[in-house]
């Protein structure tokens, strides 16, 4: 199966902007569909995004949605993660997550995880 790698977060001013990118290696990279979740201290890991295994599909929360935005490069295997206009409430441990042939649609499924990158966002 696939092993995932973040590149480093960060800290950034409210407003700001930050750009996460997920290494993938060990397997085909296609057969994945490729999902960001967060998880803030005490709290719950939450979705964030999802990208299909074309990249012609994508989900993305609520919370994030016209702010973030999900993309992926098959031929450098890698997926990432734009966040513009960040909030601290964006503050969290942000883990790349992957499955296969799964939907973008379903975030509860996912099996491979990165380790995760911390992105503070200061006010």
């Known amino acids: 199966q696939v092993q995932l790698v973040e590149s480093a977060g960060g800290l950034v001013q409210a407003g700001g902007s930050l750009r996460l990118s997920c290494a993938a290696s060990?397997?085909?990279?296609?057969?994945?569909?490729m999902a960001w979740f967060r998880q803030a201290p005490g709290k719950e890991r939450d979705f964030v995004a999802a990208?299909?295994?074309?990249?012609?599909?994508?989900n993305y929360a609520d919370s994030v949605k016209g702010r973030f935005t999900i993309s992926r490069d098959n031929g450098e295997n890698t997926v990432y993660l734009q966040m513009n206009s960040l909030r601290p409430e964006d503050t969290a441990a942000y883990y790349c997550?992957?499955?296969?042939?799964?939907?973008?649609?379903?975030?509860?499924?996912?099996?491979?995880w990165g380790r995760g990158t911390q992105v503070t966002v200061s006010s």
């Open positions: 997550a992957a499955r296969r042939l799964l939907s973008v649609f379903d975030t509860s499924k996912y099996n491979i």
């Open positions: 060990g397997d085909t990279f296609t057969f994945y569909t």
């Open positions: 990208i299909s295994q074309t990249g012609r599909t994508t």
